[in-house]
T-cell receptor, first 114, second 113 residues
Framework: GDSVTQMEGPVTLSEEAFLTINCTYT??????LFWYVQYPGEGLQLLLK?????DKGSNKGFEATYRKETTSFHLEKGSVQVSDSAVYFC?????????????FGKGMKLTVNP | NAGVTQTPKFRVLKTGQSMTLLCAQD?????MYWYRQDPGMGLRLIHY???????AKGEVPDGYNVSRLKKQNFLLGLESAAPSQTSVYFC????????????FGPGTRLTVL
């Protein structure tokens, strides 16, 4: 079935460091791809998304490009801040039983130190 | 506009007890979901609903029941709690068929002793 594999971490970076979180997917069709972020003690929030090949999603300085040829959707940020400390989840949408659902990666915890 | 809210925030149960988790959304969303989050497992879908009066099984439905009697509410029930159901439970909602973004509640941390 459709699935997502992502870096699990945890990862600790210094402020202003470059961040890459790898995400690859397996899907039978053409899913939409997402990055969700979970700040401490909160629910998940959509960070960015891309709905078709070569689309780039971006938000809050984060970017990810939908690469069909490598089945990847890696998340990048050029200069992380302490406030970016959170758990990051890659996800894809798939249709089953006539309804669209999300399947999530296992999440990666990022800690950014000042 | 409160978005998605969940009640309670924390709960401790003994094995065999029952309880109901309530999810409410004020965005007039059609679709609602219940997930559980366990360390190293990501989020797994328990049950979902595509509209008032409808429910369907997700990836890990055993031991849980749900009801969607009103469009704005989605209830998750545990009839006889087991320690394996210790988890953080998240509710989410989505506007409808032509949208793909899910909006999540803050979660309920459940411990079963």
């Amino acid at each position: 079935g459709d699935s997502v594999t992502q870096m699990e971490g945890p990862v600790t970076l210094s402020e202003e460091a470059f961040l890459t979180i790898n995400c690859t997917y397996t899907a039978t069709g053409y899913p939409s791809l997402f990055w969700y972020v979970q700040y401490p003690g909160e629910g998940l929030q959509l960070l960015l998304k891309a709905t078709k090949a070569d689309d780039k999603g971006s938000n809050k300085g984060f970017e990810a490009t939908y690469r069909k040829e490598t089945t990847s959707f890696h998340l990048e940020k050029g200069s992380v801040q302490v406030s970016d400390s959170a758990v990051y989840f890659c996800a894809l949408s798939f249709t089953q039983g006539g309804s669209e659902k999300l399947v999530f990666g296992k999440g990666m915890k990022l800690t950014v130190n000042p | 506009n409160a978005g998605v809210t969940q009640t309670p925030k924390f709960r401790v149960l003994k094995t065999g007890q029952s309880m109901t988790l309530l999810c409410a959304q004020d965005m007039n969303h059609e679709y609602m979901y219940w997930y559980r989050q366990d360390p190293g497992m990501g989020l797994r879908l328990i049950h979902y609903s595509v509209g008032e009066g409808t429910t369907a099984k997700g990836e890990v439905p055993d031991g849980y029941n749900v009801s969607r009697l009103k469009k704005q509410n989605f209830l998750l029930g545990l009839e006889s709690a087991a320690p394996s159901q210790t988890s953080v439970y998240f509710c989410a909602s989505r506007l409808g068929r032509d949208t793909d973004t899910q909006y999540f509640g803050p979660g309920t941390r459940l411990t079963v002793l």
